[in-house]
Structure formats: structure tokens, C-alpha cells
């Protein structure tokens, strides 16, 4: 076994094999993630059982791709066997006819019929997922790196010829029909990228290296526009994970002058610094707002950047729960140890700052940011977000159609708080957004909601979940009396019309209270929301050193109308957006 060789010392890099190194914490999360998928591994059906309930079959092709090139790291007896296995029957089911939406990708599950025919249908996302293509074929880019001696010469080209198929499909994506990869759909286009310029640079294809480096160019310059610095998908725990992973591979497989490369290191950079701003290291959580979210309480299910803080700074750290077993969208616990052959690389371009974040609350603040929201025009998102060691607050400013954000995972609008001492899940409030014109604003001990006039909906929800065992009767007939969470609320517009437990909506498996307000008979005027938490709430354990933000970038945006300007001058944003930004 490969990794039985290596000396364990502190952090110093462990040297894997092929020029794959790892921290003595990044091997410790490839050996327990990797363990937890053998325990999936069916042999008879040389596939993984899954871990994901909604998918549509026994057996979860995904799991069993990245499983591979874990196996070929690992190098174990029988492991390179399995892994040849399983690449050879994870090609075999390949879709390979041209002209149709899920031509290059790879079916979810090997039970699951062909699309578009009399025994299943044509939905994307359901019947086929095509971005599952590039969760593939970037875990067999590594395995190609680094393991291609233990592969074999014909396996490789084998994969390869997959890998192309799969490049021609993705070039036809467009976000027509349905399909949403466009630019502003982050995670699925870094990987796309990378797989097209690999594909481009191994083939001498000038069609995919220019497509690549053009794509390369188009996301550097989205997140660098007016300075923001953001991916237009932004502050996702799990979706962040994706986005930092491809990037290494943008700087690990790429030849210098390419723009991949040229352009990984500060995208990177700049993405752990918001995720250290984000990040309560007390309270284990994102503060909000989130634009994709898998769950409300990272300690009660599984991010990937879980995995990524896991690999900098040790298993203690991380926000999980203590064992996978208690763990919420758990399937994604098998991308650890691609996190882990991938961590030298982020890390390195991590700052300390960062780093020290994950491991103690750095003190009370609030602050600013802003991300595109589409490609073609300068329409973009402000975020705001205040915490202090023991609540979080975060809102949205937007006006947009959703895009790649939904009801089921956006939260323009969330409080986090400890509502008791060493309570086992954080209590949360957030809004189940029915539409995309919005204007939360966090701000110390105060979240205020605006949602301009008309709206397309009568009806505003509010859900409560994580709230301590055996007090959820009796606390929750009013926002007000919410356990933990002393706090005043104001509303213009609207009557609180029914409390209930929500049974219908169960986000990503987080049960809820669902606080439902109308709008008043005949009111035409904006909805006002304003909850102000009473002076002296618990803030407990907060690092008394003083926190300084990265720099904020600066715009003023008219929500209502639905106007965007871009300003300079720190004090220009502080006066137009009335968001405080501690220094």
C-alpha cells in the first residue's frame, strides 16, 4: 500500500506518488473517505451502491468514477483491478449517439433506461445529468496524471476517446432547453473548461484549447469585474468545494502560459479569503446569504468545503458531523479524497489569514460583497453579512430571474444562532424565496427585508428549524419567542396568518416551522420585514484580537428599479447600500 510508507510529521507534505503530495491531515481525509466508499462497493454488480436516495437506481455511476482513481492512489491489493473495473464499465455507459442533450454524458445509475424513449423521459436533471460528465472526467484526468503506468496504455486511450465524446457533448451546451450552463453557473464551467483545454492540449485540438482559454479568459474576467472578485455562483459550501477543486486542476495539469493556469492562483486566493471572512469557526458555518445550500447546519450534513478546511487545518476543525453515518446529503463525503489529491495545490495559494479562520472565531464583523448575476449584461448581487461568535446574519440585494438558484436551495435572508449552550444543530430562520426581487440587508444585530412593490406573490414564508430538543412546543407561535433568539420584529404590509410544523417542505432532509404572512387587502406598497436583535444577545468565546476584512468593493444598486451603477470610493457604497463595513 502506498501510503503505508509515508512518515507522518506535523504538517510537512507527504509524498504520495507521481508528484501527488499531501499535510498529514489532507492523508487523513483521503484514507477515511476512501474507507467509507469500500463499504459501498458491491462486487457483484462492480459498481458502488449509492449513498443518494433520490437517485434513480441502486447503484450511483459518480461515486463509483471518483472511487476509481481513489483505488488507483491507494494502490492496495486488488485495487488497481477494481479501479480498471470499473472505468471499463463506467465508459460502457456512456450515451455515444450525437443529437441528442445527454450525448457524451454518462448515465446516473446502470439500472437507469435511455432517455427520450417510451420508458423514461427527456427532463434535465432528472432522467439525465450532464454535468455529471465533468465530476467524471476531471477525477479521470488525475488518475490519467498521475497513475497512467498502473492504468495501462490501452485503458488510457480508452479514457481518453470517453473524455472526448464527453467534450463534444459539452460544447453543445448552451443554456437552451432547459440547460442552464451558462457562465454564471460556476462549478459545472470551471470543470467544463478544464476537461475541453486537457482534452485540446493531449490532442493537439485547437478547437477545445481555444474554446478552453477563451472560457478561462471569460471567468477571470466575471470575477475580477469592477474588482468584486466573486464567482457569479457564490458562498455555496458545497459549490465553493467544486469551484476550488477544478481550479487546481486549472493550475496542476495546465501548461504555464495557458490562461488556466495564469489565472487559477488569484481566483483561488481571493475565493478562501471570503470563505475565511464567511466562516464562524465557533459556530462551525457559513454565515448566509448562501446561493445554493445542502442543508442549514454544516455540522448535520456533508459540504465539500467541509473536506477543503478538513485538509488545511485537520478532522477537528471541519464542519461535520462527528461520524458520516449522522450525516445529510452524505454521497458527497466520497469526494474527500479527490479533495485530498488535489489539496497541495490549494493550499498553497490559501492565505494565512484564512487558515487561522477555520481554527478560532476571529471576532465580530460585518461586511460587503457583490457577484455578477449574468454574462451578457453588468446586472450583478450585493451581500451582506454581520456575526459575531454566537448569531449570524446575512441578506441579499437582487432583482433577477433565478437561474441556477431555486426555493429548495437559495437563502437571501437566513439568522443563525446558538440557541443554547453546546446545543447539537444550530437554530436557523431563513426565507423560502418565491421571487427574485429582493432587498435583505444585514447589519450588527439587525436583518431588514424589503421586497419592492408589486409583488408576485400575496404570500411571504418564513421557516425555523434546528431549534433545541424538546422545545420546539410552545416556542413557536411567534418569531418573537423563538428559543435563544431574544429579538424584535417590525412589519409594514403584511399579517402573520398561520404557524405551522411544515411537512411538505423538508429542505435537503431540515425539518421546519413554517411562519406564513399575508399581505394586507389592498396594500400596494413594498413589503417590509425588519428583525432587530435585542441589545446583549449571547456572544460567548469570540477572539478579542481585532478582525480586519479584506477589501470590500463598492457599488450602489436601486433594487427597486431594478437599476445597476457602478461607483468607486469606499464611502460612495458605505452611504448607498447603508451597510456597515468593519475594518
Same mark, same amino acid.
Given at each position: 500500500?502506498?501510503?503505508?510508507?509515508?512518515?507522518?510529521?506535523?504538517?510537512?507534505?507527504?509524498?504520495?506518488?507521481?508528484?501527488?503530495?499531501?499535510?498529514?491531515?489532507?492523508?487523513?481525509?483521503?484514507?477515511?473517505?476512501?474507507?467509507?466508499?469500500?463499504?459501498?462497493?458491491?462486487?457483484?454488480?462492480?459498481?458502488?451502491?449509492?449513498?443518494?436516495?433520490?437517485?434513480?437506481?441502486?447503484?450511483?455511476?459518480?461515486?463509483?468514477?471518483?472511487?476509481?482513481?481513489?483505488?488507483?492512489?491507494?494502490?492496495?491489493?486488488?485495487?488497481?483491478?477494481?479501479?480498471?473495473? =470499473?472505468?471499463?464499465?463506467?465508459?460502457?455507459?456512456?450515451?455515444?449517439?450525437?443529437?441528442?442533450?445527454?450525448?457524451?454524458?454518462?448515465?446516473?445509475?446502470?439500472?437507469?433506461?435511455?432517455?427520450?424513449?417510451?420508458?423514461?423521459?427527456?427532463?434535465?436533471?432528472?432522467?439525465?445529468?450532464?454535468?455529471?460528465?465533468?465530476? =467524471?472526467?476531471?477525477?479521470? !484526468?488525475?488518475?490519467?496524471? +498521475?497513475?497512467?503506468?498502473?492504468?495501462?496504455?490501452?485503458?488510457? +486511450?480508452?479514457?481518453?476517446?470517453?473524455?472526448?465524446?464527453?467534450?463534444?457533448?459539452?460544447?453543445?451546451?448552451?443554456?437552451?432547453?432547459?440547460?442552464?450552463?451558462?457562465?454564471?453557473?460556476?462549478?459545472? +464551467?470551471?470543470?467544463?473548461?478544464?476537461?475541453?483545454?486537457?482534452?485540446?492540449?493531449?490532442?493537439?485540438?485547437?478547437?477545445?484549447?481555444?474554446?478552453?482559454?477563451?472560457?478561462?479568459?471569460?471567468?477571470?474576467?466575471?470575477?475580477?469585474?469592477?474588482?468584486?472578485?466573486?464567482?457569479? +455562483?457564490?458562498?455555496?459550501?458545497?459549490?465553493?468545494?467544486?469551484?476550488?477543486?477544478?481550479?487546481?486542476?486549472?493550475?496542476?495539469?495546465?501548461?504555464?502560459?495557458?490562461?488556466?493556469?495564469?489565472?487559477?492562483?488569484?481566483?483561488?486566493?481571493?475565493?478562501?479569503?471570503?470563505?475565511?471572512?464567511?466562516?464562524?469557526?465557533?459556530?462551525?458555518?457559513?454565515?448566509?446569504?448562501?446561493?445554493?445550500?445542502?442543508?442549514?447546519?454544516?455540522?448535520?450534513?456533508?459540504?465539500?468545503?467541509?473536506?477543503?478546511?478538513?485538509?488545511?487545518?485537520?478532522?477537528?476543525?471541519?464542519?461535520?458531523?462527528?461520524?458520516?453515518?449522522?450525516?445529510?446529503?452524505?454521497?458527497?463525503?466520497?469526494?474527500?479524497?479527490?479533495?485530498?489529491?488535489?489539496?497541495? !495545490?490549494?493550499?498553497?495559494?490559501?492565505?494565512?489569514?484564512?487558515?487561522?479562520?477555520?481554527?478560532?472565531?476571529?471576532?465580530?464583523?460585518?461586511?460587503?460583497?457583490?457577484?455578477?448575476?449574468?454574462?451578457?449584461?453588468?446586472?450583478?448581487?450585493?451581500?451582506?453579512?454581520?456575526?459575531?461568535?454566537?448569531?449570524?446574519?446575512?441578506?441579499?440585494?437582487?432583482?433577477?430571474?433565478?437561474?441556477?438558484?431555486?426555493?429548495?436551495?437559495?437563502?437571501?435572508?437566513?439568522?443563525?444562532?446558538?440557541?443554547?449552550?453546546?446545543?447539537?444543530?444550530?437554530?436557523?430562520?431563513?426565507?423560502?424565496?418565491?421571487?427574485?426581487s429582493i432587498n435583505a440587508t444585514a447589519s450588527k444585530d439587525?436583518?431588514?427585508v424589503i421586497f419592492p412593490y408589486p409583488q408576485p406573490s400575496?404570500?411571504?414564508?418564513?421557516?425555523?428549524?434546528?431549534?433545541?430538543?424538546?422545545?420546539?412546543?410552545?416556542?413557536?407561535?411567534?418569531?418573537?419567542?423563538?428559543?435563544?433568539?431574544?429579538?424584535?420584529?417590525?412589519?409594514?404590509?403584511?399579517?402573520?396568518?398561520?404557524?405551522?410544523?411544515?411537512?411538505?417542505?423538508?429542505?435537503?432532509?431540515?425539518?421546519?416551522?413554517?411562519? !406564513?404572512?399575508?399581505?394586507?387587502?389592498?396594500?400596494?406598497?413594498?413589503?417590509?420585514?425588519?428583525?432587530?436583535?435585542?441589545?446583549?444577545?449571547?456572544?460567548?468565546?469570540?477572539?478579542?484580537?481585532?478582525?480586519?476584512?479584506?477589501?470590500?468593493?463598492?457599488?450602489?444598486?436601486? =433594487?427597486?428599479?431594478?437599476?445597476?451603477?457602478?461607483?468607486?470610493?469606499?464611502?460612495?457604497?458605505?452611504?448607498?447600500?447603508?451597510?456597515?463595513?468593519?475594518?
Open positions: 500500500m502506498i501510503f503505508g510508507a509515508c512518515v507522518f510529521l506535523g504538517t510537512a507534505l507527504l509524498q504520495v506518488t507521481n508528484a501527488v503530495s499531501m499535510n498529514s491531515y489532507a492523508q487523513n481525509l483521503f484514507e477515511e473517505t476512501l474507507a467509507w466508499q469500500d463499504e459501498f462497493w458491491d462486487e457483484a454488480a462492480g459498481y458502488l451502491v449509492t449513498a443518494d436516495l433520490t437517485l434513480p437506481g441502486r447503484w450511483d455511476t459518480r461515486q463509483t468514477a471518483w472511487y476509481s482513481t481513489g483505488l488507483l492512489a491507494r494502490n492496495g491489493t486488488g485495487d488497481v483491478a477494481r479501479a480498471k473495473r =470499473i472505468i471499463n464499465q463506467v465508459i460502457d455507459m456512456q450515451y455515444t449517439t450525437p443529437g441528442v442533450a445527454w450525448y457524451g454524458t454518462y448515465q446516473q445509475s446502470p439500472e437507469e433506461p435511455l432517455p427520450g424513449t417510451s420508458l423514461y423521459g427527456t427532463e434535465v436533471y432528472t432522467n439525465f445529468d450532464p454535468n455529471w460528465r465533468d465530476f =467524471i472526467c476531471t477525477s479521470w !484526468i488525475i488518475a490519467i496524471e +498521475e497513475f497512467s503506468d498502473l492504468l495501462g496504455d490501452d485503458l488510457v +486511450e480508452k479514457m481518453v476517446s470517453s473524455m472526448n465524446i464527453s467534450a463534444l457533448g459539452a460544447l453543445t451546451r448552451v443554456g437552451l432547453n432547459g440547460d442552464n450552463l451558462l457562465l454564471t453557473y460556476t462549478n459545472p +464551467e470551471l470543470m467544463r473548461t478544464m476537461d475541453v483545454a486537457w482534452l485540446g492540449y493531449r490532442l493537439n485540438d485547437k478547437n477545445f484549447t481555444d474554446f478552453a482559454e477563451a472560457r478561462a479568459q471569460a471567468h477571470y474576467d466575471i470575477f475580477t469585474y469592477n474588482d468584486f472578485n466573486t464567482f457569479p +455562483e457564490y458562498n455555496t459550501a458545497t459549490y465553493l468545494g467544486i469551484d476550488l477543486y477544478a481550479l487546481s486542476l486549472w493550475i496542476k495539469y495546465m501548461p504555464s502560459t495557458s490562461n488556466l493556469a495564469k489565472y487559477a492562483p488569484f481566483m483561488i486566493q481571493k475565493s478562501m479569503e471570503d470563505l475565511g471572512t464567511f466562516y464562524n469557526a465557533y459556530l462551525k458555518n457559513l454565515a448566509g446569504p448562501w446561493d445554493r445550500t445542502y442543508g442549514m447546519d454544516m455540522t448535520q450534513y456533508t459540504s465539500i468545503i467541509a473536506m477543503w478546511i478538513w485538509a488545511a487545518v485537520g478532522k477537528e476543525y471541519a464542519p461535520l458531523p462527528e461520524t458520516p453515518l449522522r450525516a445529510w446529503h452524505v454521497a458527497d463525503y466520497g469526494f474527500g479524497h479527490l479533495v485530498s489529491l488535489t489539496s497541495d !495545490i490549494v493550499l498553497a495559494n490559501t492565505p494565512d489569514s484564512a487558515l487561522a479562520s477555520f481554527k478560532e472565531f476571529q471576532g465580530e464583523r460585518s461586511f460587503t460583497r457583490h457577484m455578477r448575476s449574468s454574462q451578457s449584461n453588468d446586472t450583478f448581487r450585493t451581500d451582506t453579512a454581520w456575526l459575531n461568535a454566537t448569531h449570524m446574519i446575512g441578506g441579499q440585494q437582487v432583482n433577477e430571474t433565478f437561474g441556477f438558484r431555486s426555493s429548495y436551495a437559495y437563502n437571501p435572508a437566513v439568522i443563525l444562532w446558538e440557541a443554547q449552550d453546546d446545543a447539537p444543530t444550530l437554530s436557523w430562520l431563513t426565507f423560502w424565496a418565491t421571487t427574485g439587525t436583518l431588514e400575496s404570500t411571504f414564508k418564513w421557516l425555523v428549524g434546528g431549534l433545541p430538543i424538546n422545545q420546539g412546543r410552545g416556542y413557536v407561535d411567534s418569531l418573537e419567542t423563538l428559543p435563544g433568539l431574544p429579538l424584535t420584529l417590525t412589519t409594514e404590509g403584511v399579517n402573520l396568518t398561520s404557524v405551522y410544523y411544515d411537512m411538505d417542505i423538508v429542505v435537503h432532509l431540515f425539518h421546519s416551522y413554517a411562519f !406564513i404572512y399575508t399581505a394586507l387587502d389592498g396594500y400596494t406598497g413594498d413589503i417590509k420585514f425588519k428583525f432587530e436583535l435585542a441589545p446583549g444577545s449571547k456572544n460567548v468565546s469570540t477572539n478579542s484580537s481585532a478582525y480586519v476584512a479584506p477589501a470590500a468593493t463598492v457599488a450602489s444598486t436601486n =433594487i427597486a428599479s431594478g437599476s445597476v451603477k457602478i461607483t468607486t470610493g469606499l464611502a460612495v457604497a458605505v452611504a448607498a447600500l447603508g451597510t456597515a463595513l468593519t475594518l
